[in-house]
């Protein structure tokens, strides 16, 4: 194994890390939610998200030592850009939801629409920053067979989750009113 494949895991081992301490974000602010009455969706498709996302970082890792995926720099400073942006964007969805901010759905809505920061143009920020992450991440390294994986599984789970979760949100009429006309995941259309 070379030197950029170590250096490769040891991102996605960074990338796993920093799962783990949004969970434990996630679960606090769950917490906080179930004080105030809020109640967590029960989402059957939530534990393919997280299977997905273990399965992406396993898979990138895996198909880097295994199948010897080449460091193409051109390649891996473009991914690792759009990796960057991804994250930023995720943090500033984290930041700008609060205590609101969880992985669950949670129904939420009736304490108020988020519609600053990048909620501002679209519903859905996260879900785009998440969508690019899974694709860009195993690119930095050509593992383009998990990138593969990683958009084709996470555009299947995220048609259910997005189905359910606005399900609950657009039910209540001052979400619908502020947010319902606003794009999913691309400012300007659709």
Known sequence: MGLSAGLYLLLLAAVATGRLVEMRVSRRNQQRLAVQGIAKITA???????LLHIGVLAGAGLEVVFLRRPFIPVLAVLMGLLFLFSNLMRWWV??????HWNVEVMASSRLGAITSGPYRWIRHPNYVAVYIELISLPLIHTAWLTAIVAALGNAWVLARRVAMEEAVLLADPGYRASMGGKPRFVPGLF
Not at 94 to 99: K, M, N, P, S, V
């Open 44 to 50: 059957p498709h939530f534990r393919w998200m997280v």
């Open 94 to 99: 984290i930041r700008t939801l609060a205590g």
